[in-house]
């Protein structure tokens, strides 16, 4: 049918260019039609991370949690496709990088910020950093990329002993910092499990990290033990 269209509307167009290439358009296009003239015109744009992030705020302002989660999901979805047409129409590999790389870091900073404000009050603001690891830090994502990140955040347990405690909670499970089991003294474990949340791709750099910080304290803790 698209092929027969001599001069057809922007956003059949867009649908058309996208729809082709896998699942992932076709899906998202058919469940949100509505998107296609806000990608057309996208796609003839240049946007950054900061347009991101300020469209991100104005929908997420005065939303709960769960609506602001919907509005980034919603975003990261209609933009990346927007990236995509732009690839799909000529555009080059370092800009397609660049624009994936603008959608997830935006995305992951205004998560952030929704999370700080409707849990913590905004506390974590000046205390917490997210670090992009592999093509994310490298800026060179590509459609089926997966975004690796690392959370890095102040510690302040000696000044702020309520903050310490909500920041553990974020990452409770069966084991302590150290990687040690709750309420056991000597058993630890250095491994996946220790992963609060279900994990999905690429656990390698996190495993290996955690291995390393665990033998340091081991090794620590024997020659204090002597």
């Not at 509307?9 to 509505?34: K, M, Q, S, T, W």
């Amino acid at each position: 049918v698209c092929s027969q269209l001599d001069d057809p509307p922007a956003a059949i167009a867009a649908f058309c260019d996208l729809a082709p290439f896998g699942p992932f358009p076709a899906r998202e296009l058919v469940r949100h039609p509505d998107w296609l003239e806000e990608i057309a015109l996208a796609a003839g744009q240049t946007r950054d991370a900061r347009f991101f992030a300020e469209a991100i705020h104005e929908g997420c302002e005065g939303q709960e949690l769960e609506a602001c989660y919907r509005i980034l999901r919603h975003t990261k979805r209609r933009e990346s496709l927007a990236v995509f047409l732009r690839e799909i129409r000529g555009g080059s590999m370092r800009e397609t990088a660049a624009g994936f790389a603008d959608v997830a870091e935006a995305t992951l900073a205004a998560a952030v910020t929704a999370v700080d404000a409707a849990r913590f009050g905004g506390a974590l603001a000046d205390s917490i950093c997210v670090l992009g690891m592999g093509k994310l830090g490298g800026r060179e994502l590509n459609p089926s990329s997966d975004v690796d990140v690392i959370f890095v955040c102040e510690d302040r347990a000696a000044e702020d002993d309520a903050l310490r405690t909500q920041l553990v909670e974020l990452a409770q499970g069966v084991v302590d910092a150290d990687c040690r089991v709750h309420g056991i003294g000597n058993l630890f474990i250095a491994g996946s499990s220790v992963f609060p949340t279900d994990g999905y791709a690429n656990p390698t750099l996190t495993l290996v990290a955690l291995a390393v910080r665990l033998s340091e304290r081991l090794a620590d803790w024997k020659k204090r033990s002597r």
